[in-house]
């Protein structure tokens, strides 16, 4: 299957998730790997071995460098992404792209010109974009790739698409209900929308 639009699938975290993910085709598939993260390295080269098609996320929400670089080494991930742009300096030497994630109702305060692969926006609380917040995104689609995490549904997915210069949208992976067994309804109505037809 081949979507229209980019899509990642965020906080990744059993082999249903990431098999469904890759199946329905979306392109970046990110994994929590906090030092503190339930998800393993191992794990994750265990989900990861059995899945092709995606490249892979290593998502950081508190980054520790040392951390960062030992998952580098270990996991050898596509992207990494963090949520603190004081980072970006000490990570500037690595050679793997990098995806800052901001929390949309911070909009305002996004940096400018950091270089990033892609500026990932994402909020828990918001269920639509303010029109101040869909000009804000307009505005920083000049210097960024931009990934929307927040303000999603399949009743929207395809005017977001057409009213912001939107890079790709990012869904959420979550826990499995039980072992092998997960609710996809709300992921599958938004991915369906966007297949090519």
């Not at 080269?45 to 580098?72: D, K, M, Q």
């Not at 990934?147 to 005017?159: H, M, P, Q």
């Not at 990012?170 to 992921?187: F, S």
Request: glycine share 6%; aromatic share 8%; with cysteine.
């Amino acid at each position: 299957m081949a979507l229209k639009h980019t899509v990642k699938l965020s906080n990744v975290n059993n082999l249903s998730d990431a098999r469904y993910g890759a199946g329905m085709g979306v392109a970046l598939m990110g994994f929590h790997l906090d030092s503190d993260s339930p998800l393993s390295t191992e794990k994750y080269a265990e989900i990861t071995s059995w899945v092709s098609g995606p490249e892979f996320v290593a998502e950081f929400e508190h980054p520790e460098t040392n951390r960062i670089l030992e998952i580098i080494s270990l996991c050898k991930p596509d992207y990494i992404q963090i949520t603190n742009a004081q980072f970006l300096k000490e990570l500037s030497h690595i050679d793997i792209p990098i995806i800052l994630k901001w929390q949309l109702n911070k909009i305002q305060t996004v940096p400018q010109h950091t270089g990033v692969s892609y500026l990932l926006l994402e909020d828990d609380q918001s269920d639509n974009l303010s029109t101040a917040q869909k000009e804000k995104i307009k505005s920083l689609s000049a210097d960024y790739p931009i990934l929307l995490g927040a303000g999603i549904s399949a009743s929207n997915v395809e005017s977001l698409f057409e009213e912001l210069p939107l890079a790709g949208i990012a869904l959420k992976g979550g826990d499995e209900i039980r072992a092998g067994y997960k609710d996809y309804d709300e992921l599958a109505d938004i991915l369906e929308l966007l297949e090519e037809d």
